[in-house]
């Protein structure tokens, strides 16, 4: 059974400006280190922003709403493949809701990225 979908769809141009005005600033303050291993293309980046909007609204919680950027984490597999850790309040969130299992998909043009995360039983 689902417990929480979410859905965002971001502009890579707006990303790119990001990156232009606020560089590393930017950065950091939305992804941890181990996010940005890849490289930081606005293209890619725009896609780990939508995966973490997705996720805050599967959550029903928004961001600042007690879970921040840092609260969840994209990674990758061997095969590329992303997936979704929750910590601090994300975490008691996903408890709440009785989650057990986290889907995301990510995909990106050169002028748009978007990502779905469905919470489920």
């Known amino acids: 059974m689902i417990v929480g979908l979410g859905l965002d769809v971001v502009e890579v141009a707006r990303v790119a400006q990001a990156l232009a005005r606020h560089g590393e600033r930017f950065l950091f303050r939305c992804f941890l280190p181990g996010e ?14 939508a995966a973490k909007e997705a996720a805050f609204k599967a959550l029903g919680t928004g961001w600042g709403e007690g879970v921040g950027w ?4 994209v990674e990758r597999d061997a095969a590329g493949k992303p997936n979704l850790t929750f910590h601090g309040p994300a975490q008691e969130r996903m408890q709440t809701l009785g989650a057990q299992r986290v889907l995301v998909s990510i995909t990106h043009t050169d ?3 978007a990502a779905v995360v469905i919470l489920s039983l």
Request: net charge negative.
């Open 36 to 49: 940005l291993a890849r490289p930081h293309d606005p293209e890619h980046v725009a896609g780990l922003f």
């Open 70 to 73: 840092h609260d969840v984490v």
């Open 111 to 113: 002028h748009w990225a």
